[in-house]
């Protein structure tokens, strides 16, 4: 267990829909980076929070937008889901925007029928 | 753009056998490489991190070793046992970015009892 939970764990939603999805980092860290896995594929980047502030995007649209509250927790926010949204969300903390080691949480599944 | 390819996608082996995961990158201007393991629907964990300027890290029964300049990667596992059984994902981190990973798609390894 690396201490970062996301919630929920699977998830359906219908195409147009918007979703929020919540991550709790590892105590004592205070940057949470978010990916997408397609299934079959690697994490793809989509944006990372250090300190509440957006500290570097991937290559999503801006219906993709992400929020760090004060005590570090984060959630990912999609507008307009697409059923290529379907996927596996990842978040990760690690202890600074500059440390290497990233704690993954479990992800949660979203289909988009 | 960096491409990060891995190969074989799958890769089926008997109890004890020791073997060898491969990972390449086009960008060879690199921070660091990582190698990490995912459960199936699971989060990912880090296994070994290799800086720029190192050769191999050994991790137990596991050995990354790193040609920059050859933009590969190599994971070796020795003594395979049914519980190594998982997806294996590298990713490397660009020089002059502190938080971007680019992922390869994976080496599914089945170890067999």
């Known amino acids: 267990e690396t201490g970062v939970t996301q919630s929920p764990t699977h998830l359906i939603k219908t195409r147009g829909q918007q979703v929020t999805l919540r991550c709790s980092s590892q105590?004592?860290?205070?940057?949470v980076s978010w990916y997408q896995q397609a299934l079959g594929q690697g994490p793809q980047f989509i944006f990372q929070?250090?300190?509440?502030?957006?500290?570097g995007r991937g290559n999503f649209p801006p219906r993709f937008s992400g929020l760090q509250f004060p005590n570090y927790s984060s959630e990912l926010n999609v507008n307009a889901l697409e059923l290529d949204d379907s996927a596996l969300y990842l978040c990760?903390?690690?202890?600074?925007?500059?440390?290497?080691?990233?704690?993954f949480g479990s992800g949660t599944q979203l289909s988009v029928l | 753009k960096q491409e990060v390819t891995q190969i074989p996608a799958a890769l089926s082996v008997p109890e004890g056998e020791n073997l060898v995961l491969n990972c390449s990158f086009t960008?060879?201007?690199?921070?660091?490489l990582q190698w990490f393991r995912q459960d199936p629907g699971k989060g990912l964990t880090s296994l070994l991190l290799?800086?720029?300027?190192?050769r191999e890290q050994t991790s137990g029964r596991l050995n990354a070793s790193l040609d920059k300049s050859s933009g590969r990667s190599t994971l070796y596992i020795a003594a395979s046992q049914p519980g190594d059984s998982a997806t294996y994902l590298c990713?490397?981190?660009?020089?002059?970015?502190?938080?971007?990973?680019?992922f390869g798609k994976g080496t599914l390894l089945t170890v067999n009892p």
């Open positions: 990760a903390s690690s202890l600074d925007a500059n440390n290497e080691k990233l704690f």
């Open positions: 990713a490397v981190k660009r020089g002059g970015s502190n938080y971007k990973l680019t």
């Open positions: 960008d060879s201007a690199i921070y660091n």
């Open positions: 290799i800086q720029s300027s190192q």
């Open positions: 929070y250090y300190r509440e502030e957006e500290n």
């Open positions: 105590s004592g860290h205070n940057t």
